[in-house]
């Protein structure tokens, strides 16, 4: 796999913007990003009320995501560009969770809605009329790539944790990351052995990835053996997505897992062990 | 200051006590401008990033320490070294 298969810049979205087989999707953090604007002919997915299940924290079923795609106008052999804000973080949440249920051919817009906007790219207003209606099969849940509290409790110690949350989160002197309120009900700190590599270091300041040489020496360099499996999380499981995506889609290392629990489940659980201070 | 609101966003909502709050504006020639600011921490590492609002304006709840504050907009980034304080309202204003 290259980068290209997974990856694309602004130049390929603009070549493809009017595409019928290609559906540009936004993804946002704030979800009425959209509305104010977006890229021609993209349509939206709302990373909360579409893709979670109501009532419990999990995400929505197969069956769940199969209505969603059909309703939304996606077909299986559609190839999906994500973008969004926040450095695409909850783009690449969005990417994991298509390759969670097996859609083929997902890529990020390197950069995402940011460097769009800061090279002065076009965004509309209006949404696009709505895209015919499909009949979406979605593949179980791939959980080589999904890990849960138990595998982060398991992997101490032995196989690669990266938290890749700021390091004042990581140490504990921040629950959030900062462009939220601090309040929160869990512990602050880490899971122990985990090596703390925040999202950031992975891309430029315009949202950009960095270069595979590049991102390579960064993860060995804080120590992780890419020779392992690895587990990553954050505080929700959007930015560790976009670790995985780093670890998993750029770099091709195959047994890389997103632990969507992340650190608001881990630092509520009682009795597990946790770590104060800097990496 | 003609299109300008002065100051970060309104603190109706907000335990401004119990937070360690950043917040301010960006201007261009005195006019709001969009664009987005990070929050970088004592040693250079990426804490946070928000885009500005309609009014160019935007805000952190950090913890007490000195951060610096880097303004993206078009063409060219500014940075600015704040310190924080608990309970205390840190205003920056920062012209691109």
């Not at chain 1, 106008?73 to 695409?88: C, R, S």
């Not at chain 1, 769009?116 to 076009?122: A, F, G, I, K, V």
């Not at chain 1, 950009?208 to 960064?218: C, N, Q």
Request: charged share 25%; proline share 5%; aromatic share 8%.
């Amino acid at each position: 796999m290259s980068r290209s298969d997974v990856l694309v810049d602004a130049d390929w979205v603009q070549a493809h913007i009017d595409d019928p087989k290609v559906v540009i999707v936004e993804v946002d953090e704030d979800t009425s990003a959209y509305e104010k604007n977006h890229i021609k002919n993209a349509i939206r997915i709302d990373w909360k009320k579409d893709l979670q299940d109501p009532v419990r924290r999990d995400f929505i079923d197969q069956a769940g995501f199969e209505r969603l795609l059909s309703e939304r106008g996606i077909a299986n052999d559609d190839t999906v560009v994500l973008y969004g804000g926040n450095n695409n973080w909850f783009a690449a949440y969005a990417y994991w969770y298509f390759k969670l249920y097996g859609h083929q051919d997902v890529r990020l817009l390197d950069g995402g809605r940011k460097k769009w906007e800061l090279d002065s790219r076009d965004l509309v207003v209006d949404a696009p009329a709505p895209r015919p209606h499909t009949e979406y099969q979605a593949q179980e849940q791939d959980l080589t790539i999904r890990a849960f509290r138990d595998d982060a409790i398991k992997a101490i110690g032995s196989l690669n944790l990266v938290d890749v949350r700021s390091p004042d989160e990581f140490s504990g002197k921040l629950l959030a990351p900062a462009h939220l309120p601090q309040e929160q009900s869990q512990r602050p700190g880490h899971i122990p052995t985990a090596h703390n590599i925040p999202w950031s270091k992975a891309a430029n300041d315009d949202g950009t990835f960095k270069s595979d040489d590049e991102l390579k020496a960064l993860y060995e360099g804080e120590g992780v053996d890419l020779s392992k499996d690895t587990i990553a999380y954050c505080r929700i499981g959007e930015r560790s997505a976009h670790t995985w995506f780093v670890l998993h889609e750029l770099l091709g290392q195959p047994n890389v897992r997103n632990y969507d629990g992340s650190w608001t489940e881990y630092g509520s659980l009682v009795g597990v062990p946790i770590e104060l201070g800097a990496s | 200051m003609c299109g300008a609101k002065a100051g970060g966003p309104g603190l109706a909502g907000v335990d401004v006590a119990t937070e360690t709050i950043i917040q301010g504006s960006l201007t261009r020639d005195g006019e709001p401008v969009s664009g987005y600011v990070r929050l970088l921490d004592d040693s250079g590492e990426f804490t946070a990033e928000v885009p500005t609002s309609a009014t160019g304006q935007f805000r952190f709840f950090a913890a007490p320490g000195t951060w610096t504050l880097r303004a993206l907009v078009p063409g060219s980034s500014v940075d600015r070294a704040v310190v924080a304080q608990k309970g205390n309202l840190t205003e920056v204003a920062i012209a691109v």
